[in-house]
């Protein structure tokens, strides 16, 4: 069966500390993972990401994929309190000729304080 | 327009009643998604539409019904629901490629449900 797995499954941090989220997965027919921020309502889309090794970056926020090992890793440098949110991992995986498909984790959620 | 949007915000609805949830984009996307997320829970997929096709169901109960009239608009009819079918359903929409690849999903707000 299909899985992808955070960890750890939560975190307070305090302003300005650096933080590293985690995503493993197993999925048959993987063709991407994908991470999403969740505040209050909807997921919001961070990064998409297809091959090991390089890495996508935006302002403080940074993700890598191995797929050799089949994991994932989410940075966010010099958090702040608006960082606090639930990151979501999610792994896009063919689904037998149909439309693709994205598996989710459980989430990490992440708690800055001031 | 980049966004989705989803109608009603909040329902609560007896286990008699039938309803319907509402979710529209304008960005062109060709594969719209239904979710179910509980409390604390990542969203569960429930159903794929790709060019107005059903083309996933992840074994939902019949009690929810999805619809797609068109490219831009995607329904999901409730009737006879239970309980535990509270919960903050999502809707998304993704570019599609011919071969079955999907962009990032982009997610509505999401309809609050609560049977009771």
């Known amino acids: 069966e299909d899985k992808v797995v955070q960890s750890p499954l939560s975190l307070v941090v305090h302003e300005g500390d650096t933080v590293t989220l985690n995503c493993s997965y197993e999925?048959?027919?993987?063709?991407?993972l994908l991470w999403y921020k969740q505040e209050k309502k909807a997921p919001t889309f961070l990064f998409m990401l297809t091959s090991s090794g390089i890495e996508k970056k935006s302002g403080r926020l940074s993700s890598i994929l191995d797929k050799k090992e089949l994991f994932s890793i989410l940075n966010i440098t010099a958090t702040q309190t608006g960082d606090s949110a639930i990151y979501l991992c999610?792994?896009?995986?063919?689904?037998?000729?149909?439309?693709?498909?994205?598996?989710f984790g459980t989430g990490t959620l992440l708690a800055v304080q001031p | 327009d980049t966004e989705v949007t989803q109608t009603p915000k909040h329902l609560v609805m007896g286990m008699t009643n039938k309803k319907s949830l509402k979710c529209e984009q304008h960005?062109?996307?060709?594969?719209m998604y239904w979710y179910k997320q509980k409390a604390k829970k990542p969203p569960e997929l429930m159903f794929v539409?790709?060019?107005?096709?059903?083309?996933i169901n992840e074994s939902v109960p019949s009690r929810f019904s999805p619809e797609c009239p068109n490219s831009s608009l995607l329904n999901l009819h409730l009737h006879a629901l239970q309980p535990e079918d509270s919960a903050l359903y999502l809707c998304a929409s993704s570019q599609e490629r011919p071969s079955g690849r999907i962009e990032e999903q982009f997610f509505g707000p999401g309809t609050r449900l609560t049977v009771l």
């Open positions: 960005m062109g996307h060709r594969a």
């Open positions: 539409y790709s060019y107005e096709k059903l083309s």
């Open positions: 999925v048959t027919n993987f063709r991407s």
């Open positions: 999610a792994v896009e995986a063919e689904y037998g000729g149909a439309t693709n498909k994205l598996i």
